[in-house]
């Protein structure tokens, strides 16, 4: 089981998460119960995961976020790159198609 603690929340990380509505818990629960993200860069490791919402962000309601979770493994130790969210609903999960999202 992965956990994050404030030491591994660097800066950019943390204006990222604040940016984009993201908690230390989505982080984690996407880490560990998420599936492969396509859309990662070369060298990178991307997990999304999506969570019911039926919450209001920036004057809309949506059913759904979608959190997607970029790191390195580095030194045998997970090192965070950034962290985007995604508003909505109908999004795909794990063993609904998304082999083919990019």
Known sequence: MISISDADLHAHLKARMAQRGITRAEIERT?????????????????????????????????EKEVTVYYKIVNESLALLTVKARYGKHFLKEGEGNEARI
Request: charge should be neutral; charged fraction near 30%.
């Open 31 to 63: 880490l560990n119960e998420g599936w492969k993200a396509r859309d990662a860069k070369s060298g990178a490791i991307g997990k999304v995961f999506v969570f019911p919402y039926e919450k209001t962000w920036q004057g809309d309601i949506f059913e």
